[in-house]
């Protein structure tokens, strides 16, 4: 058995739990980074009338369906 004293006891409980809030909000990062790309992945905005939509086809110039535009398909930034 390892002697511990209480103080380090102490020490290793709230640096065990500080580990673990910090995997936490790190997979919780990771999963919402992964959400937004798949979510925006087939999102297009129409050059001319800048409406936004879902094309899942895989057409390389999705048409507009509000003016008809054929639209290139561009990665959106992020804010
Ligand atoms: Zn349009």
Do not use: W
């Amino acid at each position: 058995m390892i002697p511990v004293t209480f103080k380090g006891l102490i020490i290793v409980y709230l640096s065990t739990m500080v580990g673990i809030v910090i995997l936490a909000y790190t997979l919780a990062a990771i999963r919402r980074r992964r959400r937004e790309r798949h979510a925006l992945q087939h999102a297009v905005r129409c050059h001319f009338c800048a409406l936004e939509f879902h094309d899942n086809s895989p057409s390389p110039l999705p048409e507009c369906p509000r003016c008809g535009a054929s639209n290139e398909r561009t990665r959106f930034a992020r804010l």
